[in-house]
């Protein structure tokens, strides 16, 4: 199986890196949307109060998580009649998206649809399921045939593009009317700067009704709680019961302090806001300072990241950065589209965010 799956983009880029890490300031590592902030205090005293764990975590979630999960959807994106038993959590979201095919037992016969500039697991995870993967933004490209599952991701990795109501209304819409489950990653949802993200289970697209809808929802970000692997999915009750079934049979547990730590960012909103804030700070400084080193940026109205481009291929304005010590990550890594493209990080402290624009504006 693993002769078909891609080569790990990171690993082809060991020799910009060390480019970069032989600058006399040192390294500025743009490349990879990992936090670097602090885990707030409410959040790891939660985890050190459920630490003496000794049985086996619920596979279901606890119903505090799956309340506060609930909670949080409706208080922060407007996200109504969502039952705490539409809640799963999940072992980090790059988890869920990689086995979703397999989960819901899709295989050769089966189609699956992926963005064109996407988060390479996508295509990863139809692939481990062996499904038939089209990369289409438009589902006019698939012609009479009938996928059985598709992907969204608003606001957009790598890009920042963010769907409009229209444009999530439409393919609700359009999967309702084919049978077609919609698994719509809004991990970056509470990160919009020029634009305003919607959740595919909010009343304006799914009308009140989460048949046939998945949203994908990470902590990662919001909490800086990619180590804690923390993330939830929700919507259709009959799709995440399915779900739940195969993954107590898998295995597929979030550790009981973990999900305590989970209730406890869910249920804050403080800590939430500061992230964010802390995001919105360096985008505001390192946006203008690549546009005055001649580049351009591009989309990026939401999310973690600058789209941005020199009109060369990628992997030259990666090794042009690469020269000021700053690593990003190249457009091609998230399809054929991002050839010209690289994609910088909003997750480095601010000094290192500071010493980038410096050498960007020297």
């Known amino acids: ?27 500025v590592d743009l490349s990879v949307g990992t936090p670097v902030d602090d885990v707030a205090p409410v959040i790891r005293d939660a985890l050190a109060a459920a630490s003496s ?11 505090a998580l799956r309340a506060s999960a ?38 050769p016969d089966d189609i699956v649809v992926v963005p064109e500039l996407a988060y390479p697991t996508y295509e990863v995870g139809a692939k481990l399921a062996r499904t038939q ?16 599952l598709v992907y969204l991701n608003s606001p957009s990795n790598p890009t920042g593009k ?19 489950l919609v698994a719509s990653d809004e991990c970056y949802l509470g990160l919009g700067w020029d634009a305003a993200p919607v959740s595919v289970l909010h009343p304006s697209i799914s009308d009140g009704d989460h048949t046939g809808l998945l949203a994908v929802h990470s902590l990662s970000k919001t909490s800086s709680l990619a180590g804690y692997r923390a993330g939830f999915v929700a919507g259709d ?9 195969v993954r107590k049979h898998a295995g597929m547990m979030v550790p009981t302090p973990v999900q305590a730590a989970m209730v406890a960012a869910l249920d804050d909103d403080v800590h939430e806001q500061q992230q964010r804030a802390r995001y919105a700070r360096r985008r505001d400084v390192l946006l203008p ?17 600058l789209w941005a481009t020199r009109g060369e291929p990628c992997r030259d304005t990666v090794a042009w950065l690469a020269q000021s010590g ?6 091609e890594f998230y399809g054929p589209g991002g050839s010209q493209h690289v994609r910088v990080a909003l997750t480095a402290t601010d000094e290192r965010i500071s010493a980038a624009v410096q050498r960007l504006t020297a």
């Open 1 to 27: 199986m693993s002769a078909s799956l891609p080569v790990f983009p990171w690993d082809t880029l060991a020799d910009v890196t060390a480019l970069a890490r032989s600058h006399a300031d040192g390294i």
């Open 326 to 331: 700053i690593l990003v990550a190249p457009g």
């Open 133 to 148: 993967v089209v990369l289409a933004d438009s589902l006019t490209q698939l012609g009479p045939r009938t996928p059985a």
């Open 289 to 305: 300072a690549l546009q005055s080193a001649g580049l351009t940026v591009d989309h990026s109205e939401a999310g973690l990241y």
């Open 162 to 180: 963010v769907l409009g109501v229209d444009h999530l209304r439409k393919v609700v819409g359009w999967a309702r009317e084919r049978g077609v």
């Open 70 to 107: 609930a909670a949080a959807l409706r208080r922060r994106y407007g996200v109504t009649g969502l039952a705490d038993d539409a809640v799963l959590p999940v072992i980090g979201t790059k988890e869920l998206i990689a086995w979703l095919p397999t989960l819901l037992g899709l295989g």
């Open 53 to 63: 764990s000794p049985g086996y975590p619920t596979t279901a979630g606890t119903p």
């Open 237 to 245: 009750p009959q799709v995440v019961a399915e779900l739940l079934a």
